[in-house]
């Protein structure tokens, strides 16, 4: 059950893209279109955008899209506003009822 | 609207024990698989057990297989989890959520925090 690879951190002016990426292996991202995106603003509980790789639920901006390509999952926020400025998880199911989440990145928001 | 609120956390000593309850409301319970996820202050999260909706299944980490137990009482809408042998490294916030039926986690609760430390 190791990890799935996120960069620590990534930065961005208003307006401007950005991506996030999560690698893991063939028994989770690469195995199933079950990965989910969670958004961490400090001091409060993780919110869902994206799940099912490329799907938002109701009330995410249609800023946030997800994609996949092997064992790489990718988050991308265009039109950055200050308000994404938070950490970003990953996370996939990996089989045999377990889950796991990537290690985590922080959006700056310059 | 959906709300779950955790309870039951706080200081106890190394080998202690915990047991951490989870109050849901705003949605039927019993239809809806459950998980605890748990982040170190300043660290990322990790996933730590998940539970069915009646509770036949259940599945740990491999870091507190054997120490944690996961169940819920579906009569009155609350996940609980038993943690035994405490460890250090179990200092943690700890978060239910629930599972959207589509192997995502779509509901948080606010957290409560273990703390372990003699």
């Known amino acids: 059950q190791s990890a799935p690879t996120q960069p620590p951190s990534v930065s961005g002016s208003p307006g401007q893209s950005v991506t996030i990426s999560c690698t893991g292996t063939?028994?989770?991202?690469?195995?199933?279109?079950?990965v989910s995106w969670y958004q961490q603003p400090p001091g409060t509980a993780p919110k869902l955008m994206i799940f099912?790789?490329?799907n938002r639920p109701s009330g995410v901006p249609e800023r946030f899209s997800g994609s996949k390509s092997g064992n790489t999952a990718s988050l991308t926020i265009s039109g950055l506003q200050a308000e994404d400025e938070a950490d970003y998880y990953c996370?996939?199911?990996?089989?045999?009822?377990?889950?796991?989440f990537g290690g985590g990145t922080k959006l700056t928001v310059l | 609207e959906v709300q779950l609120v955790e309870s039951g956390g706080g200081l106890v000593q190394p080998g202690g024990s915990l047991r951490l309850s989870c109050a849901a409301s705003?949605?039927?319970?019993?239809?809806?698989?459950m998980h605890w996820v748990r982040q170190v202050p300043g660290k990322g999260l990790v996933w730590v057990s998940t539970?069915?909706?009646?509770?036949?299944?259940?599945k740990y980490a491999d870091s507190v297989k054997g120490r944690f137990t996961i169940s819920r009482d579906n009569a009155k809408s609350t996940l609980f989890l038993l943690m035994n042998s405490l460890r250090a490294e179990d200092t943690a916030v700890y978060y239910c959520?629930?599972?959207?039926?589509?192997?995502?986690?779509?509901?948080w609760g606010q957290g409560t925090l273990v703390t372990v430390s003699s």
């Open positions: 705003g949605f039927t319970f019993s239809n809806f698989r």
């Open positions: 996370s996939s199911y990996a089989s045999s009822n377990t889950w796991v």
């Open positions: 099912g790789v490329s």
């Open positions: 539970i069915n909706s009646d509770g036949s299944t259940t």
């Open positions: 063939s028994s989770d991202v690469g195995g199933y279109n079950r």
């Open positions: 959520a629930r599972d959207g039926n589509n192997y995502n986690l779509d509901y």
